[in-house]
T-cell receptor, first 115, second 113 residues
């Protein structure tokens, strides 16, 4: 069965520093997609970045990059040059390419950026 | 206007009451989902639907039911609410491709007293 694990309940980072949020996954499907979402204190879910299992290069979107290590089944989110507005909850999610096409989520990491 | 609209935004109800959370979308997506979010547990899938005639249970469907009234509308019902159903509920939609992200509504904060 597919599973997403986020082992860091909370993280602190100094403003302007880079931070890595960990995500590991488990699936037997060779085709899958990995997503990261941000949830600020206002509660909405904001899509950040996507990585496909067959993508050869790590995904990047502005200050966000995804460190995809397929053999280790990890999909860590890297935020460069942290800003105060990055303080939020971050969720890793996966969608399998065959079968039910459900999206499953990890338990999240709460990031606090310090001034 | 939001692409995925949930109503109500907040609801307080009493144990044993029936309550319905509604979701409508203008994305034109066939796939719709209901999740609940609890602190420390992330988002868990309650039900999902791939078209009007296709409804599937998620990992935590007990105590909930759904209705897909049209492609654009997907409602979640709590037949007899209980306190441990207090949570933030999200409706989401997606298109069919593997790389298609979920589009979320603003959420409904439900409190069952």
């Amino acid at each position: 069965a597919q599973k997403i694990t986020q082992t860091q309940p909370g993280m602190f980072v100094q403003e302007k520093e880079a931070v890595t949020l960990d995500c590991t996954y488990d699936t037997s499907d060779p085709s899958y997609g990995l997503f990261w979402y941000k949830q600020p204190s206002s509660g909405e879910m904001i899509f950040l970045i996507y990585q496909g299992s067959y993508d050869q290069q790590n995904a990047t979107e502005g200050r966000y990059s995804l460190n995809f290590q397929k053999a280790r089944k990890s999909a860590n989110l890297v935020i460069s040059a942290s800003q105060l507005g990055d303080s939020a909850m971050y969720f890793c999610a996966m969608r399998e390419g065959s079968g039910t096409y459900k999206y499953i989520f990890g338990t999240g990491t709460r990031l606090k950026v310090l001034a | 206007d939001a692409d995925v609209t949930q109503t109500p935004r907040n609801r307080i109800t009493k144990t044993g009451k029936r309550i319905m959370l509604e979701c409508s979308q203008t994305k034109g997506h066939d796939r719709m989902y209901w999740y609940r979010q609890d602190p420390g547990l992330g988002l868990r899938l309650i039900y999902y639907s791939f078209d009007v005639k296709d409804i599937n249970k998620g990992e935590i469907s007990d105590g909930y039911s759904v209705s897909r009234q049209a492609q654009a509308k997907f409602s979640l019902s709590l037949e007899s609410a209980i306190p441990n159903q207090t949570a933030l509920y999200f409706c989401a939609t997606s298109d069919a491709g593997l790389n298609e992200k979920l589009f979320f509504g603003s959420g409904t904060q439900l409190s069952v007293l």
